[in-house]
């Protein structure tokens, strides 16, 4: 039970109440230790009244209790081992748990019909009777409400598994008060008690059910009619599980939803195996179909949305998210997405607010981060956007390299980052930013990002005044932009360079050629509004003293990249 109540529930279908790991873990082994303790205590004990031989029948018990149930929780604390609460719990522990019930009342059932109708002990029919019992519960149950009902396969089996574990523990409740001798009379006299019409139909049903179990011709054909429907039934669920477990075949996933349709986790695969065979809509058909019958179905949901939002249908996508939400309110992946389609729809607020909440169900949401970040950014809100980009940037040092995002997000971001520290007046952290932005462009082999790091920190060496600093960023950055083959980079770091010179006093000669070359640049782009700039700036600045021009402008250029600050 602790186990199982360790954390959030993976599944929409179990609850948890979220036991911390940490009190957990130390519960088990308390537990664990007591079980040990307290069992070879017990059984010491039995061996000096009985011996060994008597003892196995308990030892069998004992054994199987710790195998089936002990075992597998100390397993489960070793990473890796986890078992999934919906397979344990239905399937599993059930059997298992079955397996020494069904141990234990063969004994018993053996012992009454050899002492009570001095016969023989039969048990192949007997467990004949188990099994097509075991099939009467748990099989026509699940099916008639998925096709007569249209509830899902899956959620009805486990609900009809819940119904029968209920009853399981009403009869043990009720055979463990037979040990109280009082309780005994007052529960096996019932029948003395019951008068009028309620003794009547009491009576009618014990003769039925007398009858049903009796010798009879039609008793026996109407059992055995019974029996053979159930195993047929049985044979037929057999044959859909086996069809539906072949998810990789698109043709079986297709057969079992032939026999029955109304299962969320079929429909789910069968519009995977739609999606990858070419049939997109087929998909979406399917996927539509599994949210109908299981609205918490994520796999079926974060499927219709890739479809929607490839066929850039949007709104639909953000109703879809919108109704989702109903049913999974503290699904952060849920949230992230339709914090992404809000804001596409729009609903600047709604976004933020469907961030805010993914990060505070899951810290880890680093996606969530990344776009409150930039949309704090974007309102000037530099204070709230810091600590969603340093956010990002920690859950990232976390990931293994193969689960990192791909670099074009990553290097915006920690250019953005050192932008809002700059703003804020944090320029040793906005430093940093710079120089990781470059070095992650660096071991990407990113050249045209390399440069770009250089341009803003030595921007903001000039804006300390740190012009030595500076001018040698500058020149490093218009070196890498000779290897880049991309004109209008080339053209605005020219640009950017000379209004340094200019600005710093260095020399105004130098800051013409600099604005020279980035006019010719912009001139061969048909850049506009920036060719514009560049040529009023140059033409602000005039071409006095020693005139540069298109013969001496390479040399002069040179100059500028050799300039040192004296």
Excluded at 167 to 193: C, P, V
Aim: charged share 20%; proline share 4%; with cysteine.
């Amino acid at each position: 039970m602790l186990n199982f109540h360790t954390g959030a529930s993976n599944d929409p279908l179990f609850l948890s109440l979220g036991i911390p790991a940490r009190a957990s873990h130390a519960a088990v082994l308390i537990l664990g230790i007591g079980f040990v303790g307290f069992s070879v205590f017990a059984l010491i004990g039995l061996f000096k009244e009985v011996g060994w031989k008597p003892l196995l029948p308990s030892l069998t018990l004992f054994t199987t209790q710790f195998l089936w149930f002990l075992l597998p929780t100390t397993l489960s604390l070793i990473k890796g081992l986890q078992i999934p609460q919906s397979r344990y719990s239905t399937g599993v522990l059930a059997v298992m748990h079955s397996a020494q019930y069904i141990w234990i009342t063969s004994y018993y059932a053996r012992r009454e019909v050899n002492e009570g109708q001095r016969s023989n002990w039969r048990p192949f029919a007997y467990f004949s009777v188990l099994v097509a019992g075991g099939i009467a519960l748990f099989v026509p149950g699940p099916w008639l409400a998925s096709r007569l009902f249209h509830f899902d396969f899956a959620a009805s089996f486990l609900i009809f598994t819940a119904l029968v574990n209920i009853h399981h523990f009403i009869l043990d409740g009720a055979i463990w008060k037979l040990r109280d001798g009082r309780i005994a009379t007052l529960l096996l006299n019932s029948q003395e008690r019951i008068s009028g019409e309620t003794a009547k139909a009491h009576s009618r049903a014990l003769a039925g059910m007398r009858w049903l179990v009796g010798d009879a011709k039609p008793a026996r054909t109407f059992r055995v009619t019974a029996a053979i429907a159930l195993l047929a039934w049985a044979g037929v669920d057999q044959a859909r599980y086996y069809f539906r477990i072949h998810s990789e075949n698109i043709a079986d996933l297709q057969l079992a939803a032939t026999m029955n349709s109304f299962d969320s986790g079929l429909q789910t695969w069968l519009g995977r195996r739609e999606l990858e065979s070419g049939k997109p809509d087929a998909a979406a058909e399917a996927w539509k179909n599994a949210l109908r019958l299981n609205p918490t179905d994520s796999a079926a949901r974060d499927g219709l949305l890739q479809y929607m939002t490839t066929q850039k249908r949007f709104d639909e996508a953000y109703q879809l998210t919108q109704q989702s939400l109903r049913y999974s309110p503290k699904d952060a992946n849920l949230l992230v997405n339709h914090g992404i389609l809000a804001k596409q729809a729009g609903n600047r607020d709604e976004a933020i607010s469907s961030w805010k909440r993914a990060v505070a169900l899951d810290p880890s949401q680093m996606m969530a981060r990344f776009y409150l970040a930039g949309e704090f950014h974007q309102a000037g809100e530099c204070d709230q956007a810091i600590p969603q980009y340093v956010g990002f940037l920690g859950q990232l040092a976390h990931l293994e390299a193969k689960d990192h995002p791909p670099a074009e997000i990553v290097l915006p971001a920690i250019f953005a980052l050192g932008i809002c520290q700059e703003k804020v007046q944090r320029p040793d952290d906005a430093t940093k930013s710079y120089e990781l932005a470059r070095g992650i462009a660096v071991q990407v082999g990113d050249k045209n990002t390399e440069s770009l790091a250089d341009m803003y920190k030595a921007q903001l060496k000039s804006s300390q005044h740190q012009i030595g600093d500076a001018l040698s960023l500058y020149q490093q950055a218009l070196q890498l932009d000779k290897t880049l083959n991309d004109p209008h980079v080339e053209a605005q770091d020219w640009y950017t360079y000379g209004i340094f010179l200019r600005d710093s006093g260095l020399s105004s000669r130098l800051s013409y050629a600099c604005l020279m070359k980035s006019e010719q640049l912009m001139k061969s782009l048909n850049a506009g509004a920036e060719l514009k700039l560049v040529s009023g700036a140059r033409l602000a600045l005039g071409n006095t003293g020693k005139p540069v021009t298109s013969q001496n402008l390479q040399s002069v250029l040179d100059e500028a990249l050799r300039l040192t600050a004296k």
